[in-house]
């Protein structure tokens, strides 16, 4: 299992960025996915999360990302996307890709994300 995040940059705050979390050695659609996120001096906070619901899937958000970062899975390339706009200086951070696969929790290296002017 491996999970690599792709994505990240510099933007100016009022700017979008995509990551994009490739998985490989499972089927992400049939696991619970995750975005986590680590700014400096500060604990890893869980901002995102795409679960497995019925036939479909449900999504939740810290509430510091509500109405501006959409997770959403790429079933064909198999990875998990996160779309972020309207970004702001606190949305500095590293940004983690998370799994829980076969009662092991994988993670990705990280990405950094820096929004600055």
């Known amino acids: 299992v491996q999970l690599v995040e792709s994505g990240g940059g510099l933007v100016q705050p009022g700017g979008s960025l995509r990551l994009s979390c490739a998985a490989s050695?499972?089927?992400?659609?049939?696991?619970?996915m995750n975005w986590y996120r680590r700014a400096p001096g500060k604990e890893r906070e869980l901002i995102a999360g795409?679960?497995?619901?019925?036939?479909?899937?449900?999504?939740n958000y810290a509430d510091s990302v509500k109405g501006r970062f959409t997770i959403s899975r790429d079933k064909a390339k198999n990875t998990v996307n996160l779309q972020m706009n309207s970004l702001k200086p606190e949305d500095t951070a590293v940004y983690y890709c998370?799994?829980?696969?076969?009662?092991?929790?994988?993670w990705g290296q990280g990405t950094q994300v820096t929004v600055s002017s």
């Open positions: 795409i679960s497995i619901f019925g036939a479909g899937d449900t999504t």
């Open positions: 050695g499972f089927t992400s659609s049939y696991f619970n």
């Open positions: 998370n799994a829980l696969v076969r009662g092991f929790n994988y």
